[in-house]
């Protein structure tokens, strides 16, 4: 089943088309990764989805279930507020910079959502909150605030606050481009063991070798298009001169 | 002229100058944050109102916007609201004009948010209500606590315009009496008050601030 769905998605900025017209759809368990110089439209697509921007046109489907629609003229209709709200908890973003909430302690940061949103009790929300940071080993870490860590850990807490709320499949938004490559190390394999946990997971990055190594399917995006779809053997093994000279600056 | 009888009399004084601050900044600070919305409200009338209040309140002398409001109602409606009209009249007044100061205080912090805290709270299924009084506001609330401070202070001292409208603060106590014993006496000693009133609130809210320092 596909977790998500888009189709002929558009999207514009003042007179710049940065989405040109993109479909794709993730498997349940599956990992897609896109790739593409910067300005390419990646970001905007995770934005799109996410719904952090709103579509011109096309479709946005999760699980089935309709986010947006076009009308007859071809314009993005968005679902009620109270379906787009219930759709919101099938996904969670992890955001390049991280966005922790620095007034809350580490702990707070990933219970208060399943709290204040999902509405679950204080004590399940803190039981969740501490097995997701045993799992990414920051137990220890728990009442300290954002300020106090390195941005690899303000990066594994802002995963465990999107996993707290259990989402059905999890965006990354180039996660480890504000690390050094150091702690960019510790980010990729936490994404790993949760690729290798099935989690559902659409990832821009600009890590190659990640890429290659974790996606069971990649894209490389250029000018707001999809200019090619593939395994990882397929996208570094191709024949278009522009994704060998792109993945060549990086691989080197 | 004994100290006692003068300080006595001055105390009596500050009591109402303490009752104006306090009343004033009760409902300043929540009316403030109301006309920072309009003021950053999508809507183009609600903006241009709320522009056209800050800019005439931060505009024209308090003194004068007391007199308005004292004399407003009966000029306007023909209403006889009477003397003990005079001191809501006073805080009225004083609210109106410092919530226009705080107003632009509060914007100033909402606009300085990074939109990363909003666009979190949102994928993360906040409401707008919730993203507003759990992750912003508290996090505003630390970075206008210097700029509150200083306009607080001002209150103070701005407490002594009160006379216009014969409110016997403590100033006011502090000229009659410096006027019947033909001494300045009494006004250093106001000016001595209102200085340690002055130091308390400083100090008050640099412990706030301390206490706002866990984070970054």
Do not use: W
């Not at chain 1, 977790?3 to 710049?16: R, S, T």
């Not at chain 2, 109102?49 to 004292?70: A, D, E, H």
């Amino acid at each position: 089943m596909n977790i998500l769905e888009i189709n002929h998605m558009k999207k514009a900025f003042g007179d710049l088309q940065v989405i040109k017209d993109i479909s794709l759809s993730v498997k349940e368990g599956e990992v897609l990764s896109i790739i593409g110089p910067s300005g390419s439209g990646k970001s905007t697509i995770l934005r799109c989805a996410t719904m952090l921007e709103k579509m011109d046109s096309g479709e946005l489907i999760y699980l089935g279930e309709a986010a947006a629609r076009n009308n007859g003229e071809g314009k993005s209709v968005y679902s009620s507020k109270k379906d787009l709200k219930r759709m919101h908890q099938y996904f969670g973003l992890v955001f390049q910079n991280f966005n922790l909430f620095p007034h809350y302690s580490v702990l707070k940061n990933i219970m208060d959502a399943p709290m204040a949103v999902s509405k679950i009790g204080k004590e399940e929300a803190e039981e969740r909150a501490m097995s997701l940071l045993k799992k990414l080993g920051l137990e220890e870490k728990a009442k300290a605030y954002p300020c106090q860590l390195s941005g690899g850990q303000q990066q594994r807490v802002s995963i465990a606050r999107a996993l707290a709320l259990q989402p059905k499949m999890l965006f990354f938004d180039e996660p480890t481009s504000a690390l050094d490559p150091e702690l960019t190390g510790e980010i990729l394999k936490v994404i790993k063991e949760l690729a290798k946990e099935k989690m559902t997971m659409i990832i821009v990055t600009h890590e190659m070798q990640f890429a290659r190594e974790l996606s069971d399917r990649i894209i490389f995006m250029e000018n707001g298009v999809i200019q090619e779809e593939g395994s990882p053997e397929q996208i570094f093994a191709t024949d278009n001169a522009r994704i060998k000279e792109f993945i060549g600056k990086f691989v080197g | 002229m004994s100290l006692d009888f003068m300080f006595f009399e001055l105390g009596k004084g500050f009591i109402t100058t303490v009752e104006i601050f306090i009343l004033t900044l009760l409902f300043s600070l929540p009316l403030g944050l109301l006309i920072s919305f309009g003021r950053m409200s999508k809507h183009f009338i609600l903006r241009l109102i709320t522009k056209f209040y800050i800019s005439v309140m931060r505009g024209t002398p308090l003194m004068l916007q007391l007199i308005v409001v004292y004399f407003g109602p009966y000029y306007i409606f023909g209403a006889q609201l009477g003397r003990s009209y005079r001191f809501a009249a006073v805080i009225i007044a004083f609210s109106l004009n410092y919530a226009a100061y705080f107003a632009e205080i509060y914007r100033s912090g909402i606009e300085s948010m990074p939109i990363g805290q909003y666009e979190a709270a949102k994928v993360l299924g906040y409401t707008k209500v919730q993203t507003f009084l759990k992750i912003i506001l508290p996090q505003v609330i630390k970075r206008i606590l210097p700029a509150i401070t200083n306009e607080t202070i001002t209150l103070v001292k701005d407490t002594s315009l009160a006379f216009v409208l014969s409110i016997v603060e403590m100033f006011t106590t502090a000229k009659q009496i410096a006027a019947s014993e033909t001494t300045i006496m009494p006004l250093m000693v106001a000016g001595l008050f209102y200085y340690i009133f002055n130091l308390v609130v400083a100090l008050g809210m640099e412990q706030i601030e301390k206490k706002l320092n866990y984070y970054r």
